[in-house]
């Protein structure tokens, strides 16, 4: 390879990635509030462990651009300081020009390959993990202990007055919806005890 054409390639690879990095960093702070909703019971090191599996999931759709915006603004520089006139009049061939943006897109598409194969089901498998370590029955408590209804599968919904020091709510009222968002029935009780089988994701009341 050329002296130019290295220039051309590691040119590539610097906007390419200075651009996924900055594109990744503006997917997760825009999913960071997602990514409280769903671990808001776990640990801040957990928190942290999650923000790599919503990169992964992400990859697939960030790097394509992030190819593309580096090649736009690699050759669009190169064209800018007149360096592809001044090798073309220099007696190099145009194919020697883009060879490079060539064998880098070439990578590129190996390594979304790999990503799509091999990164997204690993993220998947790891989200689905993160989601199951979640306390559902601590969760559920700690919303309603602020008087916060929450909505249970779209068709039911509970809300307590408070959670006495024993955990359990207190003055708890239940609604069952229909398709239409109609009220088809209401439990009231004056306490509750949530049980909650993690493995089935079966909440019982």
């Avoid at 290295?6 to 990744?24: A, M």
């Avoid at 064209?79 to 190099?92: K, P, T």
């Avoid at 004056?190 to 493995?199: A, M, P």
Wanted: hydrophobic share 50%; aromatic share 6%; proline share 3%.
């Amino acid at each position: 390879m050329m002296l130019f054409q290295r220039r051309l390639f590691l040119e590539l690879c610097w906007n390419t990635l200075s651009t996924l990095f900055l594109l990744l960093a503006v997917i997760l702070l825009a999913m960071s509030a997602r990514i409280v909703h769903k671990v808001e019971t776990l640990t801040f090191a957990t928190f942290i462990e999650s923000l790599p599996i919503y990169a992964a999931t992400a990859m697939h759709l960030v790097l394509p651009v992030a190819v593309l915006v580096g090649i736009v603004v690699t050759y669009g520089r190169a064209s800018g300081d007149n360096e592809i006139d001044a090798l073309r009049a220099s007696g190099v061939h145009p194919g020697h020009l883009f060879t490079p943006g060539l064998v880098f897109g070439v990578l590129m598409s190996l390594l979304l390959l790999c990503m799509v194969d091999y990164a997204v089901p690993w993220a998947e498998r790891q989200e689905r993990r993160l989601s199951k370590s979640v306390d559902i029955g601590q969760l559920l408590v700690a919303k309603l202990s602020a008087a916060e209804p929450v909505a249970l599968g779209g068709r039911h919904m509970i809300s307590a007055d408070r959670v006495d020091e024993g955990g359990m709510p207190r003055d708890i009222r239940l609604l069952e919806f229909d398709d239409e968002r109609t009220l088809r029935s209401e439990i009231v009780a004056d306490r509750g005890k949530i049980l909650v089988d993690q493995g089935v994701r079966e909440l019982t009341l």
